[in-house]
């Protein structure tokens, strides 16, 4: 109870001092004012609005301040997230990956153990990942399927190749979203008869406040949650980059295809620009994931059982979508009496 308190009294002293508010540089922090009403429904990752240009003796602008552009890695991961459902050649299968929205909310909550949530978390991000991962898998085919072979039998063999593994890969992808969505069901205890779920909260892409500082002033802190304190800052660095690294990928697979449909290149630059495109989105997706994880993971160590799950899950994305469990239906009674 002692530990409790304490930790209770750094989060709110945090809050109150104004250390949780939003801050210009366009970071998450892991403490969320105690005062803050619940956010309704909007995108799940916080876009916090810049300082006032204005100095203090004069009032504040009546229009709204500019929203800051988000990194170049948030943009790719709501890319990546889109649905594949409605796009030319979907099929019903398709569609049926995003029949069972999710709110991180919802699954946090539905499992009615808050000793759980830093495993369903993690399984949270896992199984979006897992749905950037089918997405791109599926572009690949697509890509591959546009490019002309040529008249030339060992071209046409190279790009079955090609195309042969880019099905492989999707099936995989699908595969292991699969094992990640039924890790998610029996974490967060959803109905077995629901359709598999899609995770709609995106994760964090953007800098991440730890205020280890402060939160572990009175109490210790295990090398673990250290190790995340002092790591996270280089894992975000390590997220833009790939991002980049993506953006490149993507400029060099389509100059590539455009010279070899004028014959300036071989088939073969065609698939080497192609694989490290393939190679370049998976690591960004393992980086989001590793991100997501860890920051779930100090999360947990920073706040107390007692936290709320709509609080605890701003701490991870700042504004989760909002979800809240219907009231219990009342069940008929079979020893009333029968109405004449």
Known sequence: METFLRVATIVVGLAQAGAVEPAADGTQSVVVPADRPPPATEPSVLVPQPPTANPPSQPPPAAPPAVPQAGLA???????????AGRPGATNGTAALYARPLPLLEALDRSGDRGRRLWITQAYWKVATAFAAVRWATEAIERLELVAPGGDPHDRATLDVATAAARADLADAR????????ELVDLSKLPVTDPLPWPVDRPLAIPYQTHFEAIFATRPATGRVRAIARTLPARHEALEARAAAVRAAEKAATMAEADHAQGKRPIEAVIAAH??????????????????????????????LSIPDDRFAAMLIGAPIQWR????????????????
């Open 175 to 182: 595969a292991q979203l699969g094992a990640a969505q039924q």
């Open 74 to 84: 948030t943009d790719m991961l709501a890319q990546a997230l889109e649905p594949l």
């Open 275 to 304: 694989a490290a495109l393939v190679g370049q989105q998976r690591e960004f997706l393992q980086a989001t994931k590793a991100y997501n994880l860890d920051i779930a993971e100090y999360a947990m160590a920073a706040a107390d």
């Open 325 to 340: 469990q219907p009231p219990a239906t009342a069940p008929a009674n079979p020893a009333a009496p029968a109405t004449p």
